[in-house]
């Protein structure tokens, strides 16, 4: 077993620190950061995490233009939800100016 690898066979009283290992292969564990740390320090929600890690280990997994490609679909996903919430944002915002306010008739 390499030094970056753990024996899994422990008894559930030990406690296991699950930044010094990886499970398949050493694209993260060879990094003085590990992604999640950046995940939690940012509080990253799923997609922005996601695009993250495959920018991060573009270089290292021996795919780089695929992870890229899955990098930008994650972007993609949050563009498209940022400009539809912007969109419901204005629709509200106009709205909200064209009701009558209270008191006042609607002419």
Known sequence: MSEKQ???RHSSSQKIDSVTYQIGG????????????VWEAYDMNPWEANALKYLLRHKD??????????????????????????????????????EPKAGFPHL
Do not use: A, F
Request: hydrophobic residues 20%.
């Open 6 to 8: 753990t024996d899994y």
């Open 26 to 37: 050493n694209h993260y564990v060879k990094r003085s950061i590990q992604p999640w740390e």
């Open 61 to 98: 997994k021996g795919k780089p233009l695929e992870d890229l490609k899955k990098c930008k679909h994650y972007l993609e996903y949050l563009i498209n939800k940022m400009e539809e919430q912007n969109v419901q944002d204005k629709s509200r915002e106009w709205k909200n100016t064209t």
